[in-house]
């Protein structure tokens, strides 16, 4: 998210540059800043902003023989509880989607595996694929069919490094779970690397209720939601980008 927040520091800097030395421009600048605000904060920009990262869902087909569930890390967070780090909440989310997928396919006999992909971009010390390898293990996926990719640090990588452990092309039904603003750049980036998933977008995960910042944690989330879905348009533009460079 660093290149995100340093887009926003740049515009902020921008914004107050206009605002201290234009000071004709001083009423538009005070006009633009409380709208980008009020927009944020209200929802409604994240809102716009994510309906249209988001892929049209659409019903899963019967499950076969063989399936392959992917599921893209989203970073971790210490938990205070639990005195360890654990997926962030939009990661916990991915987990029960995987793991719904998953016993839908054990109810049609099929030979299921998760493939678990996040390495430790954030350097906690974890990687994202250990985490989700813990809890779905706790949740009572046995091990033999949990295989955990942990070193890719980006969405790129996760394509690159997980592709070659899917087997040959056709080879199983490939399902591709990760945040529902994730996965129009996700699907993507397997597709360079000839996989064709299907989508199955994780749940969004609510607010918390139960923290210092309660009263106006619903404005935090805006907060949040708009970081992550500018990040995916940044990562879409240098995706297309870079496709046209030839790099990718």
């Keep these: 998210m660093l290149i995100v927040e340093s887009v ?14 234009l000071p004709a421009w001083r009423w538009l600048t005070v006009t ?3 709208a980008c605000v009020a927009a944020i904060l209200s929802g409604w920009f994240p809102a716009f902003m994510l309906a249209r990262l988001r892929v049209p869902e659409a019903a899963l087909p019967p499950c076969a023989p063989s399936v392959s569930i992917v599921v893209l890390g989203g970073g971790t967070r210490f938990d205070d509880d639990l005195q360890r780090y654990v997926p962030q909440r939009d990661s916990d989310t991915k987990l029960g989607t995987a793991l719904s997928l998953y016993r839908r396919c054990e109810q049609a006999s099929s030979h299921c595996t998760i493939f678990l992909s996040g390495g430790d ?3 906690h010390g974890i990687a994202e694929a ?3 390898h813990r809890d779905l293990l706790a949740l009572g996926v046995p091990d033999r069919d ?3 990719e ?9 394509a690159k490094y997980t ?3 899917l087997g040959a092309p056709g080879s199983s039904q490939v399902y591709l779970v990760t945040a529902p603003y994730h996965m129009r750049r996700a699907l993507a980036m397997f597709g360079r690397f000839g996989v064709a998933p299907i989508a199955v977008a994780s749940p969004l995960a609510g607010p918390l209720t139960h923290d210092f910042f309660r009263p106006i944690r619903p404005m935090l989330e805006n907060v949040r939601l708009t970081l992550a879905g500018v990040h995916e348009v940044l990562g879409l533009v240098q995706l297309r980008m870079y496709m046209a460079l030839g790099w990718y």
């Excluded at 926003?8 to 201290?20: A, N, Y």
């Excluded at 942990?150 to 996760?158: H, I, K, V």
């Design 150 to 158: 942990d070193r890719s640090l980006n969405t790129y990588q996760n």
């Design 8 to 21: 926003f520091v740049v515009l902020i800097v921008i914004w107050w540059m206009v605002f201290r030395w």
């Design 163 to 165: 592709t070659p452990m």
């Design 130 to 132: 250990e985490a989700f």
């Design 146 to 148: 949990i295989r955990p």
């Design 32 to 34: 633009v800043g409380v």
């Design 121 to 123: 971009p954030q350097r």
